[in-house]
């Protein structure tokens, strides 16, 4: 199971601010055709708002497969630009499509988006403790300034005005 759910984190990708698995992968997981898969969207469109479903722009597509086309070999083999789905889209979508197979990976793809939130979410104790030595450099700063500021002062100070040096030695107003 925990393969599982690694192996479908990979297939998450983040478009347009969302979490989303595309069509092709989700095919591949549900062991249908994509051509099924977007049938069904389609008959039942109704079920998939905007933040359920989108298709990918062009752009966006060759983005996209640049990044991920060595990992994915069935990115190869799409022709069109992909239906992208949100965590919700993936749950509509198992309702509608009704197998064993079907049922199994949606639980499979709920766990794994949940397994993302749970690791953003966890992720605040580290920008708190950032935000924290921040305020602390930033104190210790001020309370230095001062000597750091003298330290600046002299040196801007001997590079104006050098110490007179001695002459040694025969000059030519001897």
């Known amino acids: 199971m925990a393969n599982e759910i690694i192996s479908i984190q990979n297939m998450i990708y983040e478009i347009r601010g969302h979490k989303v698995m595309l069509d092709s992968d989700l095919a591949e997981l549900y062991e249908v055709e994509v051509k099924r898969l ?18 990918l722009t062009q752009d966006e597509w060759d983005i996209l497969r640049s990044q991920i086309a060595t990992a994915n070999k069935n990115i190869t083999k799409v022709r069109f630009t992909p239906n992208a789905f949100t965590e919700q889209g993936i749950a ?5 499509l009704n197998s064993d197979i079907a049922i199994n990976v949606n639980i499979d793809i709920m766990r794994a988006f949940v397994k993302l939130r749970y690791f953003v979410l966890s992720q605040t104790d580290t920008n708190e403790q950032i935000k924290e030595l921040r305020k602390l450099l930033l104190l210790y700063i001020e309370k230095n300034d001062k000597k750091v500021n003298d330290i600046i002062i002299a040196l801007n100070n001997l590079i104006e ?4 040096t ?6 030519s107003e001897n």
Do not use: Y
């Not at 049938?39 to 998939?48: E, P």
């Not at 001695?166 to 000059?171: A, D, E, Q, S």
């Open 38 to 55: 977007n049938q069904t969207v389609k008959r039942n469109f109704k079920r998939f708002p905007m933040d359920f479903m989108f298709q």
């Open 92 to 96: 509509m979508l198992s309702g509608l």
């Open 161 to 164: 005005k050098p110490k007179e």
């Open 166 to 171: 001695k002459t040694i030695g025969f000059t």
